[in-house]
């Protein structure tokens, strides 16, 4: 049983890390078009996630975590837009470094990783109630 309650921890920090990665993510598309609001300025940059490996020392096992949220140090691009106020002196805005279908691509991959674990945990309870069936007859 030890086992099985172990296997639904890994899973729920598994979920966890996945559904802080898709905020992340969420947050890089919804800011996709957040140009610089004046010469000179940065737009939104782009933030990815990062894990790390944890033991579990009460229930001696490997888990997974957000190690960090940081930004990332792409470029960021140029459109030319003279009549925004961000614009320079040659009519050009800086523009954030999020590319939308990579944020998407990422996006499904991290809700296809939040299901694994989601399935996962699906898996070890009905086997939980299971054992607790057999122990019952």
Do not use: C, W
């Not at 490996?53 to 691009?77: A, C, P, Y």
């Amino acid at each position: 049983m030890d086992d099985l309650i172990g296997a639904m921890s890994m899973s729920t920090h598994g979920m966890k890390a996945q559904t802080n990665r898709i905020r992340v993510i969420s947050e890089n598309v919804a800011n996709a078009d957040s140009y610089a609001n004046a010469p000179g300025e940065e737009p939104y940059q782009r933030k990815i996630v990062t894990f790390k490996n944890m033991l579990d020392r009460e229930n001696d096992m490997r888990i997974v975590e957000v190690d960090e949220v940081k930004k990332d140090t792409s470029e960021f691009g140029r459109k030319y837009m003279p009549g925004h106020p961000g614009a320079d002196a040659d009519g050009y805005v800086t523009t954030p470094n999020v590319k939308t279908m990579i944020e998407m691509m990422d996006m499904r991959e991290a809700q296809r990783s939040y299901e694994a674990n989601l399935n996962v945990m699906d898996m070890s309870r009905n086997m939980a109630n299971q054992t607790i069936g057999l122990l019952d007859q």
